[in-house]
């Protein structure tokens, strides 16, 4: 199974991915993850996505591309693979069709969980007080959320005119959202 998994910052991505990722023996590739991790170790990759971070903004595309280019080539995706954060512009679209025709693969499913703007912001300031994450400022999620809008919420339209597009409601448990996913994911796409 090849997915991608969209939805806007606080949408549940990152919950939903490793579940999903366990349900299909897959890997979950998590380009926000990959960043904090490069931040978190100082490395000029890191040094570089902080900055980007700091402001609410998307990493640059060359910075992106190469680093989901080394991590889809790895053995582990051979059978499938789940990506969360990527792609997040019609560029990296375009670049990710281009790794996929060179590993003579496709993507199988774009599943998008929908939630309202203010219940988004209110989740990522609640984790960003449990888990001290001091990019999540009120203004930077803001910001975030506008920049989904403005360059990712236009991919769905792209994916939905190739038919892969799956919309999953992700408000409610874990559990709940999870089973609408599987509901969605066992139907053809129409």
Do not use: W
Request: include cysteine; glycine fraction near 8%; charge should be negative.
């Amino acid at each position: 199974m090849r997915l991608l998994l969209m939805g806007p910052p606080g949408a549940g991505k990152g919950t939903q991915s490793a579940a999903l990722a366990a349900r299909f023996d897959i890997p979950a590739i998590a380009t926000g993850d990959i960043f904090r991790a490069q931040v978190a170790a100082q490395t000029p990759l890191g040094i570089t996505a902080q900055g980007y971070m700091d402001r609410g903004e998307y990493v640059a595309d060359e910075v992106t591309n190469a680093m989901v280019a080394v991590r889809l080539a790895e053995p582990d995706c051979a059978d499938g693979f789940l990506l969360d954060g990527y792609p997040r512009t019609v560029e990296q679209v375009a670049e990710l069709d281009t790794m996929l025709a060179t590993a003579d693969s496709t993507l199988d499913s774009v599943v998008v969980l929908t939630v309202d703007t203010d219940e988004l912001v209110g989740r990522l300031l609640r984790r960003a007080e449990i888990e001290g994450r001091a990019d999540d400022t009120e203004p930077v999620i803001r910001r975030r959320q506008e920049v989904y809008a403005e360059q990712t919420a236009p991919l769905v339209e792209l994916y939905d005119a190739r038919s892969l597009v799956r919309e999953v409601d992700g408000t409610g448990t874990v559990e709940e959202i999870g089973a609408r996913i599987d509901e969605v994911l066992s139907r053809p796409v129409v």
